[in-house]
């Protein structure tokens, strides 16, 4: 199965990653971190769809830092709304 985890570098995606890796169940898995793809931009994740074609996607990416998310809400929102949005939108569309 072809598996997109979006946040792969981060606390829970490198998790789910390292599950998936293990096991006899044997997958290609395909990332992003927010190096790779800003997914507050929505041509950036339907371009990592086009790239990666998922069959599943595991969204673990956000700001989960409550300060950060005070301190800079255009920013958390960019991430963990429209980010979230963006994801979803092609989910759908794939």
Same mark, same amino acid.
């Given at each position: 199965?072809?598996?997109?985890?979006?946040?792969? !570098?981060? #606390?829970?995606?490198?998790? /789910?990653?390292?599950?998936?890796? !293990?096991?006899?169940? @044997?997958?290609?898995? #395909?990332?992003?971190? !927010?190096?790779? *793809?800003?997914?507050?931009? #929505?041509?950036? /994740?339907?371009?990592? #769809?086009?790239?990666?074609? %998922?069959?599943?996607?595991? @969204? $673990?990416?956000?700001?989960?830092?409550?300060?950060?998310?005070? !301190?800079? %809400?255009? /920013?958390?929102?960019?991430?963990?709304?429209?980010?979230?949005?963006?994801?979803?939108? *092609? $989910?759908?569309?794939?």
């Amino acid at each position: 199965m072809r598996i997109l985890i979006i946040g792969i !570098t981060g #606390f829970l995606g490198s998790r /789910v990653r390292r599950v998936l890796e !293990t096991g006899e169940s @044997h997958h290609d898995i #395909f990332g992003s971190d !927010t190096k790779s *793809c800003d997914i507050g931009d #929505f041509q950036a /994740v339907k371009l990592l #769809f086009d790239r990666a074609r %998922p069959e599943l996607v595991s @969204h $673990c990416a956000a700001i989960g830092d409550i300060g950060i998310c005070e !301190t800079n %809400p255009d /920013v958390a929102m960019r991430v963990n709304v429209a980010g979230t949005r963006h994801i979803a939108s *092609c $989910c759908a569309d794939y």
